[in-house]
């Protein structure tokens, strides 16, 4: 449909769903900043995600109280201050995957990905309050979580959740799973309220609204949970997907190693190395744009509007896809061609045009966390081994809540020789 669409707004026809697709840069800005008020984040996706999250809803007191949150511990100054542990649970991570990929065994790529990540974020969110044991356990059950039925919820949003769809058995398992790990975590963070803790858990719970009320305890395990999505879910996918990309295009794997070596040394890679790392910058928001984890993020019409002589009618659902804008010829020519030389200078193009973390004020949280992790995973990988892809090319993405690689992708690693 997008590319018979070729960037105009249509309707797509699904039967008893039928949202407008939405792909042009200037009418993405038109909704999700010049008149976003009138275009919420409800319906469609968000309505799945909210039985994960809770509550998504931009009106919401909740998730006002929650945004302020993530913002604070986004600012440059938390961010440099937690860039120690950072860098210390990746190269850890590393050592590990080092040892069950030794003597050339091959690895599942997304499950090593999925670690690394999945430890190095949670440190940083919580500190010392989970054990490494159950690290792999939380991130075993968001993972179950985000692929279980969100594709038959996405597509009929009007069902509702007392009538069964495929996967919801298995959805409302892992969430029971997150809760019982999450909720302890919660309970205890409030008798050690003045501990002096300033990870994420302690700023949910000290923060107040605008009437100085605090959230309560599903809120701040939503809290908790929503930021732990944002900032893995696209880290995760951008890095498996990723060695095909590499593997298909030596001239820029090559030029990624050159920059590594030279930046980083032995390694491992940090936390000031990032600035440094321009060419690894560029290779990983041009996976972002091929490979757009976030593939669709509707908006529901709040009242009629018209964009580009389109009427949109009050109650309809917009379809935004990021996918099918970083697909758009005349924006970004041979679409297909993985090619990160297209962002040595973006000044020219128009800056809803990329859209891997969405655009506006409602910008997702986990963009700030994937431009430090990202580059200190793979530059501390990279440092120390060469990943060779063991699995068949190409590597096809799978719809999910968010796009993953279909098949199981595995690497093997090789020490680099100096």
């Known amino acids: ?137 939380l991130g075993e059950a968001m993972v179950t979580a985000t692929t279980s039925s969100f594709r038959s919820r996405m597509l009929m949003p009007f069902i509702p959740f007392s009538v069964p769809l495929p996967g919801d058995r298995t959805f409302n398992r892992a ?18 309220e003045d501990d002096g803790s300033r990870d994420v858990v302690s700023m949910l719970i000290h923060a107040r609204g605008d009437d100085g009320a605090a959230l309560d305890d599903k809120a701040v395990r939503d809290g908790i949970v929503g930021l732990f999505m944002a900032a893995t879910d696209t880290t ?87 996918f099918l804008t970083h697909r758009l010829p005349d924006v970004w020519p041979q679409p297909h061609v993985f090619d990160p030389e297209r962002f040595v200078s973006d000044r020219s193009r128009h800056r809803f045009a990329f859209m891997a973390f969405g655009g506006g004020p409602h910008q997702c949280a986990g963009r700030v966390f994937f431009y430090i992790e990202a580059p200190l995973i793979l530059a501390t990988l990279l440092s120390r081994y060469r990943p060779v892809l063991a699995s068949p090319q190409p590597i096809e993405p799978r719809v999910d809540l968010t796009l993953k690689p279909r098949e199981r992708v595995e690497i093997t690693l090789q020490p680099v020789r100096r």
Do not use: C
Request: proline residues 5%; hydrophobic residues 40%.
């Open 175 to 192: 969430v029971r799973a997150l809760d019982d790990l999450v909720f302890p975590i919660v309970h205890e963070a409030r008798r050690r």
């Open 236 to 322: 995760v996918s951008i890095l498996t997907f990723l060695w095909g990309a590499l593997d298909a295009y030596p001239d820029v794997r090559t030029k990624l190693y050159d920059e590594i070596d030279r930046v980083v040394g032995t390694g491992p890679a940090r936390y000031d190395d990032v600035p440094k790392l321009t060419y690894t910058k560029m290779v990983l928001q041009e996976a972002l744009r091929l490979f757009s984890v976030g593939w669709i993020t509707p908006r529901g019409v709040r009242e009629d509007d018209v964009i580009d002589g389109v009427r949109l009618k009050a109650g309809s659902t917009i379809a935004i896809s990021p």
């Open 1 to 137: 449909m997008g590319r018979e669409a070729n960037g105009e707004i249509v309707r797509a026809n699904l039967g008893p769903f039928r949202p407008y697709l939405i792909t042009r840069p200037e009418h993405l800005q038109y909704v999700l900043r010049d008149n976003v008020d009138n275009f919420r984040r409800e319906g469609m996706m968000w309505k799945p995600v909210g039985r994960l999250v809770g509550d998504t809803s931009d009106l919401g007191a909740s998730w006002n109280i929650r945004r302020r949150v993530y913002q604070n511990l986004l600012s440059a100054p938390s961010t440099a201050l937690v860039a120690d542990e950072m860098t210390a649970t990746i190269a850890e991570a590393v050592d590990v995957l080092g040892e069950r990929a030794a003597d050339g065994r091959p690895v599942d790529a997304y499950g090593e990905m999925t670690r690394i990540v999945y430890r190095t974020i949670i440190r940083v969110l919580l500190g010392d309050r989970i054990e490494l044991s159950k690290i792999d356990q």
